[in-house]
């Protein structure tokens, strides 16, 4: 079950001016799934993207890539099951032809799609059934579809994830819809994962540039289950500017500010969503690490925690071996760390408990408050390296049972 995360209801996802989404069943890897989706955008919409740095990217990340670099997005289509990655021309000659069959359902060019895939890796898409499904997806395109979207792009998820959000501009209503899939394969670095986030706002194609890689770097870039990077992590901000406002094209504006803190703030949330329904999931776990040297080496220690299977599988246990914490941070790869000026704190239900200091465990410490924080779903582990003012936030999950047996049986 995921860790104090709801499934969205349909009546809390705003619809966006200028975006339709539209679903259907295609068969793509199993029967009776929905699988395929399609989002419309309205003419003049403009769009900005991350993706996965893994060098083995999938076919339609590299074709996401070319597209987007021509100009203007007009629709975008997405399939579950099979993840089109490792499937050499084959796969980028099925990847252009999904763009090249949607862009004749909706009457616009071929590199104004953006395909999306998530699921196996090393098959080949069914384009039969995709092209198939495709007429049924558009036919069904809506603007209060996001509840329906948000389900169809899941794989390994439990949940849908999707959230809206309101903000004014210039004395004007923004409305900001979006949603993600991603249970495990998660550690972007621009798992398997996908974000999707719209907005209404009129914005340049320069600052939404901005925007996008702010957001991912503060949400989708900060977030691990199990620390390996999906060959199709794709995160897509949307902005059609349909909203009345005039257009934000400085940085330095308070429509810049609110902006940049809506996207931002929304796209946390549905970064942290994808961890609360790791898989197996037990545990929330925040990871806050401060009084750097850089926001880069404070990453390194977060994430060395993080990825630690013995940190995770203890967090599971409630089990206080938290010497574990201590040998990642350790070997995170801060040559010249002082182990004796760090300190350690577990925090959980407005409580905090010390635990190392000078170089071992603090003397306050007993092992029974430990244990009694790690029981918590939600946990927050602070570690101050004592080296500066740089500090960085990271959010990940403990490793359970359930874990292995979902991956073990994950093509069944």
Request: net charge negative; aromatic share 4%.
């Amino acid at each position: 079950m995921p860790v104090n995360l709801s499934a969205p209801e349909a009546s809390s996802l705003r619809a966006v001016a200028g975006v339709r989404l539209g679903i259907a069943e295609a068969g793509i890897r199993k029967p009776g799934r929905r699988d395929l989706t399609v989002i419309e955008l309205a003419a003049g919409s403009r769009v900005a993207g991350m993706f996965t740095t893994n060098r083995f990217c999938a076919a339609p990340v590299q074709v996401c890539r070319a597209h987007l670099a021509v100009g203007e997005v007009r629709a975008l289509v997405i399939n579950t099951g099979i993840a089109n990655a490792g499937t050499g021309e084959r796969g980028l000659a099925d990847a252009r032809a999904s763009c090249d069959a949607l862009a004749a359902e909706m009457g616009c060019r071929s590199d104004q799609v953006l395909p999306f895939s998530t699921g196996v890796i090393l098959e080949h898409l069914p384009m039969a059934r995709l092209v198939a499904g495709l007429p049924k997806a558009v036919a069904a395109l809506d603007a209060d579809a996001w509840h329906a979207a948000a389900h169809a792009i899941m794989t390994t998820d439990t949940i849908a994830k999707a959230a809206s959000r309101q903000v004014q501009v210039d004395g004007v209503t923004v409305t900001l819809t979006g949603m993600s899939k991603g249970a495990g394969m998660i550690r972007p670095n621009m798992a398997t994962m996908l974000g999707f986030l719209a907005t209404d706002a009129r914005v340049s194609q320069e600052v939404l540039d901005v925007l996008v890689r702010e957001a991912t770097e503060a949400s989708f870039n900060s977030i691990t289950v199990d620390g390996d990077t999906s060959t199709n992590d794709s995160f897509i901000l949307m902005a059609t500017g349909q909203a009345g406002h005039a257009e934000v094209t400085d940085m330095g504006t308070d429509a810049y500010r609110v902006l940049s803190e809506a996207i931002t703030g929304l796209a946390i949330e549905l970064a942290q969503a994808i961890v609360r329904d790791g898989e197996g999931a037990t545990k929330f776990i925040s990871l806050r690490i401060e009084s750097g040297g850089s926001r880069d080496e404070c990453r390194k220690v977060g994430y060395a925690i993080a990825h630690s299977p013995l940190v995770k599988t203890a967090f599971f246990a409630s089990d206080p071996n938290l010497g574990r914490i201590l040998a990642a941070v350790g070997y995170a790869g801060i040559a010249d760390l002082d182990v004796e000026r760090i300190r350690v704190w577990l925090s959980a239900d407005g409580r905090e408990v010390l635990v190392a200091e000078n170089g071992g465990r603090a003397e306050s410490y007993r092992e029974e408050d430990g244990a009694a924080i790690m029981k918590s779903a939600e946990i927050t582990v602070r570690v101050d390296l004592a080296r500066g003012a740089a500090g960085a936030t990271l959010w990940t999950c403990d490793f359970s049972y359930d874990y292995v047996k979902i991956n073990a049986d994950y093509r069944s």
